[in-house]
């Protein structure tokens, strides 16, 4: 996966938003404007609660540059302005490669907060972290052909323009609009949940084996069916007969990192992240996460969604 800052704006984002207290907001890239509509800001990570009758800001800066070297003190200089020019109450800086001694030096006489996440041996985190791996069970289907049905009231001006529109679409194309969300979905994905909801479908499928064919009718109802937009208006799809196949895929998906996120100057472990390789579902690219606090020992798994070139 890339490092462009955003995995360790995540990070720690999580683990703030389990420790902070109920009523207190955690934000990301939070985008500050002037008068005139320029972007004059952006904060990576924006805490503001109320304790008491005073209201607390606490602005968090992640730095991910692993070819930089450690954090400068310009930066920890930067932070103290942005800290008296926005009035927050606490900026902590936090570090993939550490802190030159003259910035956390600095840090320190400023009163900004430094911590570090740093990576370590899986082996580190023997006590609570048993698997190195974990298996992903996939029932995967192949669209060939959709046959779509309509009612047999619709004229043939409808059924031109539905034939034409077909025509010019493919299986994964989401033009399948639900009548009850407005949401759009293609018929490939339609075919999947199709096929999820119909008993015996992926009973007795070897895994990692061969595909079996499949034909199936998905008959919706009045309240809850799928709608294409033509230029004659818009056509109810009532049901869909659906051909192709499905199969059942077990992929082992390693562990592909193992950090700690503490404080630098007393090396208080605030949590542990587990992070296996990205895997894909449904075309989205996702990423498990073993997050253990430090400060409550629980352990939180988490699946993320990355941009697709992550």
Same mark, same amino acid.
């Given at each position: 996966?890339?490092?462009?800052?955003?995995?360790?704006?995540?990070?720690?984002?999580?683990? *703030?938003?389990?420790?902070?207290?109920?009523?207190?907001?955690?934000?990301?890239?939070? =985008?500050?404007?002037? &008068?005139?509509?320029?972007?004059?800001?952006?904060?990576?990570?924006?805490?503001?609660?109320?304790?008491?009758?005073?209201?607390?800001?606490?602005?968090?800066?992640?730095?991910?540059?692993?070819?930089?070297?450690?954090?400068?003190?310009?930066?920890?200089?930067?932070?103290?302005?942005?800290?008296? =020019?926005?009035?927050?109450?606490?900026?902590?800086?936090?570090?993939?490669?550490?802190?030159?001694?003259?910035?956390?030096?600095?840090?320190?006489?400023?009163?900004?907060?430094?911590? *570090?996440?740093?990576?370590?041996?899986?082996?580190?985190?023997?006590?609570?972290?048993?698997?190195?791996?974990?298996?992903?069970?996939?029932?995967?289907?192949?669209?060939?052909?959709?046959?779509?049905?309509?009612?047999?009231?619709?004229?043939?001006?409808?059924?031109?323009?539905?034939?034409?529109?077909?025509?010019?679409? &493919?299986?994964? *194309?989401?033009?399948?609009?639900?009548?009850?969300?407005?949401?759009?979905?293609?018929?490939?994905?339609?075919?999947?949940?199709?096929?999820?909801?119909?008993?015996?479908?992926?009973?007795?499928?070897?895994?990692?084996?061969?595909?079996?064919?499949?034909?199936?009718?998905?008959?919706?109802?009045? &309240?809850?069916?799928?709608?294409?937009?033509?230029?004659?208006?818009?056509?109810?799809?009532?049901?869909?007969?659906?051909?192709?196949?499905?199969?059942?895929?077990?992929?082992?998906?390693?562990?592909?990192?193992?950090?700690?996120? =503490?404080?630098?100057?007393?090396?208080?472990?605030?949590?542990?992240?587990?992070?296996?390789?990205?895997?894909?579902?449904?075309?989205?690219?996702?990423?498990?996460?073993?997050?253990?606090?430090?400060?409550?020992?629980?352990?939180?798994?988490?699946?993320?969604?990355?941009?697709?070139?992550?």
């Amino acid at each position: 996966m890339k490092s462009d800052g955003k995995q360790l704006e995540s990070l720690v984002a999580f683990v *703030e938003e389990n420790l902070v207290p109920d009523g207190f907001s955690v934000t990301k890239n939070e =985008r500050v404007y002037n &008068d005139e509509g320029v972007q004059i800001a952006e904060f990576d990570i924006e805490i503001r609660g109320k304790v008491g009758s005073t209201e607390i800001a606490w602005l968090i800066e992640c730095r991910d540059r692993p070819a930089s070297g450690p954090a400068p003190g310009s930066w920890i200089e930067q932070l103290v302005g942005r800290r008296t =020019r926005f009035g927050f109450n606490k900026v902590t800086a936090v570090s993939t490669t550490g802190f030159a001694t003259g910035a956390a030096e600095f840090a320190l006489a400023q009163g900004v907060e430094i911590r *570090e996440v740093t990576s370590l041996d899986p082996e580190e985190f023997s006590d609570w972290l048993y698997i190195r791996h974990i298996v992903q069970h996939e029932r995967s289907t192949n669209l060939e052909h959709a046959s779509m049905m309509i009612d047999d009231s619709e004229g043939e001006e409808q059924r031109n323009a539905l034939e034409k529109f077909l025509k010019n679409v &493919d299986g994964n *194309e989401k033009f399948l609009k639900s009548s009850s969300t407005g949401e759009f979905t293609s018929p490939a994905l339609a075919f999947s949940g199709a096929a999820s909801g119909t008993p015996g479908v992926f009973d007795d499928l070897e895994v990692n084996g061969n595909a079996r064919a499949v034909r199936l009718e998905a008959n919706y109802p009045d &309240d809850d069916h799928f709608i294409i937009e033509t230029e004659a208006g818009d056509i109810d799809i009532k049901s869909i007969i659906f051909t192709g196949s499905a199969s059942l895929k077990c992929t082992e998906i390693p562990l592909f990192a193992t950090s700690e996120y =503490r404080k630098a100057d007393t090396g208080e472990i605030v949590s542990q992240v587990a992070t296996f390789e990205p895997l894909s579902i449904h075309g989205m690219k996702l990423s498990t996460e073993m997050h253990k606090l430090g400060e409550t020992g629980e352990t939180h798994i988490i699946l993320r969604r990355l941009d697709n070139d992550a």
